[in-house]
């Protein structure tokens, strides 16, 4: 099997999250790919190949080296976004890409170009595989998925290249926030790792967001409509004025980039004696969430003092932190990667992330774990696309890091 080949096996699987539901995984049809992904891996001669009851592939290939090298995972999701469909994906090759634009043939409004898309305009005369116009493509992280797999073909099959043991990871409901919930690290065991759900070529990602979550809920006083005079406070009346005063040109999505940090609303519910909304709180610096919370919370103290009888509970709860504030302190786990990228000729660039992958919480439980890019672009949207030289490349970086680590041992 190609890359090529593997991918379109791959996205052609719905594994779409469900944020809705209780269960791990989220949708039991993310085991679908995980089968898959066992069954190619036993098929390369890896013995120890499994799926566990939540939805987890672990495998591993064993050391080649009388070397004392630590043990590195490489790990990628299964899930794909719910921000789009990802059932009946038809993914298309456009091979040799001349820079027209892609006009997707099940919906011809969406069309990728290199305005839409700046990225592309490095693409031109690539391979790009893109969706049908329906879907996402699911690049994000199935492009994470085929460099693993093969890299594993490539690393069983020539068995001179030398290397430590190897652990791959593929988890469910990353998109979700819960992709490390139910990992068994003892079972892992591994000492570094590197997740595979970067965009650009050669971008190696050591920092993230540090997110919290806030949830305000708030309780009206109800009456009969009829009779509600200077009795009734409508609790949805409460939280549309808070969301309005809000700030309109600072500190939320639409207004901030780079290291600006920011809140945002992503649920809202309620009627007249109760609303309630949940917001995500970001920032690189770990100490400004709490500052951001305050702040929130103070708006909405005032916003609901003109409110006589309405009241308000809040709660906070961590999401995930700053990968940077494990990783500063040994700072090769990332160097290394930087080393192979450009021993297989690619420019390597560190960059930040302004959201947060698996690795931000397996930093923080015993496995420090920047991010590597995959050419996954365009992601949670139609306009999703991926290089094949771009995959390719991730392939040759994996295979020349572990022998770095190997040779650094």
């Avoid at 039991?28 to 799926?51: R, Y």
């Avoid at 009456?223 to 969301?243: D, Q, R, T």
């Avoid at 917001?279 to 770990?286: A, S």
Wanted: hydrophobic residues 35%; glycine residues 8%; charged residues 25%.
């Amino acid at each position: 099997m190609t890359i090529t080949d593997r991918f379109f096996k791959y996205v052609q699987i719905d594994t779409e999250a469900d944020p809705n539901s209780d269960t791990t995984p989220s949708s039991i049809k993310q085991k679908d790919l995980g089968k898959v992904l066992v069954q190619e891996l036993l098929d390369l001669g890896i013995s120890d190949a499994e799926i566990d009851e939540w939805g987890y592939v672990y495998a591993t290939i064993p050391s080649n080296t009388d070397k004392n090298v630590p043990t590195i995972c490489f790990c990628s999701h299964l899930d794909t976004a719910p921000d789009c469909s990802g059932k009946n994906v038809k993914p298309i090759l456009h091979e040799k890409w001349d820079g027209s634009p892609m006009i997707l043939p099940d919906d011809n409004s969406v069309v990728i170009t290199t305005e839409s898309q700046k990225y592309l305009k490095d693409k031109i005369g690539d391979d790009i595989i893109t969706a049908s116009g329906l879907t996402l493509l699911g690049a994000d992280d199935k492009a994470g998925i085929a460099i693993i797999m093969d890299f594993a073909q490539y690393i069983t099959t020539n068995t001179e290249i030398v290397h430590g043991t190897i652990r791959i990871l593929f988890t469910p409901d990353e998109e979700i926030g819960r992709g490390v919930d139910k990992v068994d690290m003892k079972k892992l065991n591994a000492d570094y790792g590197y997740t595979l759900d970067g965009g650009e070529l050669g971008s190696i990602e050591d920092e993230t967001f540090s997110a919290d979550s806030m949830t305000f809920n708030i309780t009206g006083v109800s009456a009969h409509p009829g009779y509600a005079k200077g009795k009734m406070v409508h609790a949805s009346k409460v939280l549309a004025e808070f969301i309005n005063d809000l700030p309109k040109d600072s500190w939320c999505p639409e207004a901030s980039s780079g290291r600006e940090g920011f809140v945002h609303c992503v649920a809202m519910s309620g009627g007249l004696e109760e609303a309630s909304a949940t917001f995500i709180i970001r920032d690189h610096d770990t100490s400004k969430l709490a500052e951001y919370e305050n702040r929130l919370e103070n708006i909405l103290k005032n916003t609901i003092s003109n409110y006589a009888g309405a009241t308000y509970t809040s709660k906070v709860s961590e999401q995930y932190r700053n990968m940077k504030e494990i990783l500063k302190d040994i700072p090769f786990v990332t160097d290394y990667v930087v080393e192979a990228m450009e021993n297989v000729g690619v420019k390597a660039h560190r960059t930040i992330i302004r959201g947060g992958t698996d690795g931000s919480r397996l930093s923080f439980i015993g496995l420090p774990c920047p991010n590597i890019f995959t050419g996954e672009m365009g992601i949670h949207s139609k306009q999703e696309y991926v290089s094949v030289q771009d995959m390719e490349k991730g392939v040759k970086t994996l295979v020349e890091l572990v022998q770095i680590w190997e040779r650094r041992a």
